[in-house]
């Protein structure tokens, strides 16, 4: 650190990470000053990021092998054009953590924190760590499951996908651990070229996404994925992560346009890959092979009588790229947020010796799933599952304080949300709402939800 002294003897300490990200905003600069196609793309190039990482990163192992588990129990319909309602829901939502971090430079858990007092803030971090526990436990089994595809055994996935994530972080440098995590996270695709192998009734695809035809039965099975679906593209971690990322990659409120961009390239990016899921598992429907006892990648060796074993393969590589692009994001989210709410230093771009408390945070949410992973007996498709089903109840409550923030003229100043922005949100907790309201009914009282017309 470099003390300064300013004309007025205030001491002003300049950080590492300071450093870091005016090098960053230089680069930023340089390619303002210039003109042409080539001086935008640049320019969209170094402030593309947190809004891909965060939508890609959120395509991760439950939430693939739910719009898996979607296409092997209902096929071509409904759920191709409700996954992508949810991703517009989800852009919705991150946008407003964008206008959010650029106005503010404080990252989610912190604004909570100032804005509402010491028990919400608390009441934050804890609901936050809580749900990326839990998740973070699904992301490594989707990765033991993937390599476990190709023969590798359970503590060897574990320990090469940690070596992985702790590989990203050695730079000490937010960009190069966001272009290293961005190359890894385009590995999302993969599942395209799965479902093109599957040769799709494209007739049938454009009915379903017209019509959203044919409807599910309204059932308990059915409302438990419509939950997971929805927990699989709108989490509570996602507005931590983008926030926190969006203040670590240094953006103003100048750069908020390309922010948006950002999100909705990724949310575009995100969706691709969600229904190209959804449609390399629909042959397991197609064909009234049931996907019930298929755990995690071993969707994979169902797939494989109908689509060989390089198609499989390439699905088990698939769930294995999400389950680490998302254990890298989560884990970070939780330090994020640690070091916010706890006033210790949080920033991808410091040093270990100045960032102890921000890596020891990520480095033991990282350890304590893997271990629990290695239980043996652990019934990993319901397990994932019933995680994106907690994060769907987690969220009305989250994106309460985030709607609170965003409108608060305190905090944002001339960027508070427009009223069609307020009318879209409140519309995102009401679907939220309603969805937890009913999956709760179908659970405590399934004589009132058969009334309703459940099975």
Known sequence: MKPVVTSTEEVVVITHEDVDRAHDRLRVFAARARRGFSSKARLLWLLVGPGILVMLGENDGPSMLSYAASGAKYGIGFFLPFTVLTFCMAIVVQEMTVRLGAATHRGHAELIFERFGPFWGWFSLIDLGIGNFLTLITEFIAIRAGLGFFGVRPWVAILLALAILYAALMSHRYWTWERITLAAALLNLIFIPVALMTHPNWPSVGRAFATWQPLPDFSKDTLLIVL??????????????????????????????????????????????????????????????????FEAAQFAQALAPLIGRVGASLFAVGIVEAGIVAAITISTSSAYAFGEVAHKPHSLNLPVRQGKSFYAVLTLCALAAAAVVLIPGLPLVYVVLMVNVVAVLAMPPALVFLYLLVNDREVVGDLVSPLWANVLSTGVVLILTAAGVLFGISIVAPNLFAALGGK
């Not at 971690?237 to 990724?266: E, H, P």
């Not at 949310?267 to 092979?289: E, G, R």
């Open 228 to 293: 997971a679906v929805i927990g699989a593209t709108v989490t509570p971690w996602m507005l931590f992560f983008q926030q926190s990322a969006t203040v670590d990659k240094g953006l103003t409120t100048r750069d908020i346009r390309f922010g948006r961009i950002d999100t909705v390239l990724g949310a575009a990016l995100a969706t691709a890959a969600a229904i190209a899921t959804v449609l390399a598992t629909a042959p397991l429907f197609a064909s009234k092979m049931s996907a019930s006892n």
